[in-house]
Nanobody, 114 residues
Framework: QVQLVESGGGLVQPGGSLRLSCVGS????????MSWYRQTPGKERELVAS????????NYADSVKGRFTVSRDNAKSTVTLQMNALKPEDTAIYYC???????WGQGTQVTVSS
């Protein structure tokens, strides 16, 4: 059974930081690119960041460049999104996704508010 489990979301003040993690199981994690997406009510899911299987290629949405960093630890089947200098417009449910069978995690809520 392929599964992705996100954690690390929560409430943070503007300018603060959060670190999201996503642990994969049921597939060979290190063979597949991983991505983080986010979604707010009434809007389509937006690609935030992607990382290739070896971790030496990364891509970011313009809205998060310079603030977010994606990384992975294939030995731990984990992909991480470090989010700094958070803004209220970063508020969303964040999902991780693997290219293996286009599998999604259940999402974790991030709320940026004072």
């Amino acid at each position: 059974q392929v599964q992705l489990v996100e954690s690390g979301g929560g409430l943070v003040q503007p300018g603060g930081s959060l670190r999201l993690s996503c642990v994969g199981s049921g597939f060979t994690f290190g063979l597949y690119a991983m991505s983080w997406y986010r979604q707010t009510p009434g809007k389509e899911r937006e690609l935030v960041a992607s990382i290739n299987p070896s971790g030496d290629w990364k891509n970011y949405a313009d809205s998060v460049k310079g603030r977010f960093t994606v990384s992975r630890d294939n030995a731990k089947s984990t992909v991480t999104l470090q989010m700094n200098a958070l803004k209220p417009e970063d508020t969303a449910i964040y999902y991780c996704k693997t290219m293996y069978k286009d599998t999604w995690g259940q999402g974790t809520q991030v709320t940026v508010s004072s």
